[in-house]
T-cell receptor
Framework: AQTVTQSQPEMSVQEAETVTLSCTYD???????LFWYKQPPSRQMILVIR??????QNATENRFSVNFQKAAKSFSLKISDSQLGDAAMYFC?????????????FGTGTRLTIIP | EPEVTQTPSHQVTQMGQEVILRCVPI?????FYWYRQILGQKVEFLVS????????KSEIFDDQFSVERPDGSNFTLKIRSTKLEDSAMYFC???????????????FGDGTRLSIL
């Protein structure tokens, strides 16, 4: 079974600064997908960024980028130019590429606080 | 942008009662899911549903749980005889297509907070 570990229960960053959230995972599969979801106090889970394991290039979405290290099974999220609206719980998630195994496996989350 | 909608936003139920949580997935999506999040804990997979049948379920999804797609739009989670430990946030999600080399994400609803008294 796959597991996802987020070792930072809480992080804080000064507004406009850069912060990196860590995520590691364990799997025996070679093909899979990784996601970062954001859950603000309004509680809806919002997709931030996704990465395909077969792609070597790190995904980027505006101020959000990932550092995907497949051999190390690491998938960290970098938020540049942090904004107050980035304050939320951030969940790292894994999904197998095998058909019939489409569930997301989540980490325990990192609560990000933005300091004005 | 199309959204997954869930009703009610908050449900309070006496222990032992049946509860039905409702979800309207995004209209062209084919895969549907339920997850739950006990307060302060991580989001856990309950069940996935495709082509009018369960495609996968977790150990949590025991005989007290069932899912149904009663019409073309709703996707429901029924908990037959609720227990105190069923108190949690329940999220519905849907996705378009999946399988090899499909990175389609799951889109989540706002959740239903279920409180068992």
């Amino acid at each position: 079974a796959q597991t996802v570990t987020q070792s930072q229960p809480e992080m804080s960053v000064q507004e406009a600064e850069t912060v990196t959230l860590s995520c590691t995972y364990d799997t025996s599969e070679s093909d899979y997908y990784l996601f970062w979801y954001k859950q603000p106090p309004s509680r809806q889970m919002i997709l931030v960024i996704r990465q395909e394991a077969y792609k070597q290039q790190n995904a980027t979405e505006n101020r959000f980028s990932v550092n995907f290290q497949k051999a190390a099974k690491s998938f960290s999220l970098k938020i540049s130019d942090s904004q107050l609206g980035d304050a939320a719980m951030y969940f790292c998630a894994y999904r197998s590429a095998l058909k019939g195994n489409e569930k997301l496996t989540f980490g325990t989350g990192t609560r990000l606080t933005i300091i004005p | 942008e199309p959204e997954v909608t869930q009703t009610p936003s908050h449900q309070v139920t006496q222990m032992g009662q049946e509860v039905i949580l409702r979800c309207v997935p995004i209209s062209n999506h084919l895969y549907f899911y339920w997850y739950r999040q006990i307060l302060g804990q991580k989001v856990e997979f309950l069940v996935s549903f495709y082509n009018n049948e369960i495609s996968e379920k977790s150990e949590i999804f025991d005989d007290q749980f069932s899912v149904e797609r009663p019409d073309g739009s709703n996707f429901t989670l029924k908990i037959r005889s609720t227990k105190l430990e069923d108190s949690a946030m329940y999220f519905c999600a849907s996705s378009e297509i999946l399988g090899m080399h499909s990175n389609q994400p799951q889109h989540f609803g706002d959740g239903t907070r279920l409180s068992i008294l």
